[in-house]
């Protein structure tokens, strides 16, 4: 039986049109990704204890919730250029 597959209503004629991304949400998107990997040398090391985490454990941590809010940051910045 020939019929339209589920979810092929949303597609006219099988593009999807896409926006490219604005430099200012690219580069706020980028901050986690060279925190976490460009400074390897500062936060590898086990001693300052951190609320009873080694200091890089803590430092991988804290940079999980400034990612979040990169994200969100970038989240609003390009909803809001509709």
Known sequence: ??????GA????NGTVETKRPSLAAVLIALIPFAGMCFSVGLWDRAEPMIFGLPFNL?????WIVVSSLCLVA???IE???R
């Open 1 to 6: 039986m020939r019929g339209t597959a589920r």
């Open 9 to 12: 209503s949303f597609y006219t």
């Open 58 to 62: 803590a430092w991988l941590l804290g």
């Open 74 to 76: 970038a989240y609003r």
């Open 79 to 81: 909803s809001g250029k």
